[in-house]
């Protein structure tokens, strides 16, 4: 079946700029996650969607990065002002239980 | 809070060699233990879990047994392959927390012919 899907593959965009990042997940799964990784660094979590619940947004790093989730379903990230700093990879992960499904990711690059 | 420590890598190795990847947890309770692979260009996909202690997770050759009293769920293989280039992370998820989910900083496998 169709696994977690993410768009853009790859954005690039200027410093300032505001960007969306999509998330796709698996149909019928309850938990989504969005997380960064950095070059040569591990998988930081960003925030989390369980069911109805309202997310958990402790990973977010600043106030110009924030999540929803439409109907259960489909995801976006927002990251307003864009940074450099805020230049790496964006990955999605959804599941059912215990184990993530995750999508190929969002590299973003900004200039 | 909860922690993953992984081996630093990268690691090169010819084939059929024998292969380690170290990996010690900080948590409280019993969580549950991850390796997690990522192959060139491919998002990253679960290779093995084990839920409690003693429990070992297999899957394609490897090998990891959750040891609660080293804190440890390093990643083995006997004889690795050239397909097996990737880069490897070891992940915990909190007893008591289900987004509780904890990466290490992962590590890059290149097995040469």
């Known amino acids: 079946g169709a696994g977690v899907s993410q768009s853009p593959s790859n954005k690039v965009t200027e410093k300032g700029k505001d960007v969306e990042l999509r998330c796709d997940p698996i149909?019928?799964?309850?938990?989504l996650y969005w997380y960064r990784q950095s070059l040569g660094q591990g998988l930081e979590f960003l925030i989390y969607?369980?069911?109805?619940?309202?997310?958990?947004k402790s990973g977010l790093p600043s106030d110009r990065f924030s999540a929803e989730r439409t109907g259960g379903s489909v995801s976006t990230l927002t990251i307003q002002r864009t940074q450099q700093e805020d230049s790496a990879v964006y990955l999605c992960?959804?599941?059912?239980?215990?184990?993530?499904?995750f999508g190929p990711g969002t590299r973003l690059t900004v200039l | 809070g909860n922690s993953v420590t992984q081996m630093e890598g990268p690691v090169t190795l010819s084939e059929e060699a024998f292969l380690t990847i170290n990996c010690t947890y900080t948590a409280t309770g019993y969580p549950s233990l991850f390796w997690y692979v990522q192959y060139p260009g491919e998002g990253l996909q679960l290779l093995l879990k084990a839920t409690k202690a003693d429990d070992k997770g297999s899957n394609k050759g490897f090998e990891a047994t959750y040891r609660k009293e080293t804190t440890s769920f390093h990643l083995e293989k006997g004889s690795v392959q050239v397909s097996d280039s990737a880069v490897y992370f070891c992940a915990l998820r909190g007893m008591y927390n289900n987004n509780d989910m904890r990466f290490g900083a992962g590590t890059r496998l290149t097995v040469k012919p």
């Open positions: 969607f369980q069911g109805n619940s309202a997310p958990d």
């Open positions: 149909s019928g799964h309850t938990a």
């Open positions: 992960a959804s599941s059912l239980a215990d184990t993530q499904y």
